[in-house]
């Protein structure tokens, strides 16, 4: 559709015999213009494999950070539990030494 009303357009330039510049000047808005569209059909096609990769890359983060989380945790519960285990073990002792003193 736009490139049948260029054509036109190019026609009644041509038959107003414009100066060398505004002829530079055309082609040159011309080209830019091509440009753009052509990024834009680029932009368009492409677009749909970054926004694939993007959400890969949350997914890993996500994953990344709850694995964090859960190393914490561990962190933290492993010295309640030795802490635990030190105290069944007096216990155990503190038993085992009554049974033997009575």
Aim: proline share 4%; glycine share 4%.
């Amino acid at each position: 559709e736009t490139v049948q009303e260029l054509i036109p357009l190019a026609r009644e330039m041509m038959a107003q015999k414009p100066s060398r510049k505004l002829v530079k000047l055309y082609v040159l808005g011309s080209v830019l213009a091509f440009f753009g569209v052509v990024i834009g059909l680029v932009e368009t096609v492409c677009s749909p494999f970054t926004a694939a990769s993007r959400l890969r890359d949350r997914e890993a983060a996500v994953a990344e950070l709850q694995a964090a989380r859960e190393r914490k945790v561990l962190e933290t519960q492993a010295p309640l539990e030795k802490g635990k285990q030190q105290e069944a073990v007096l216990c155990s002792r503190a038993l085992s030494n009554r049974l033997h003193a009575s």
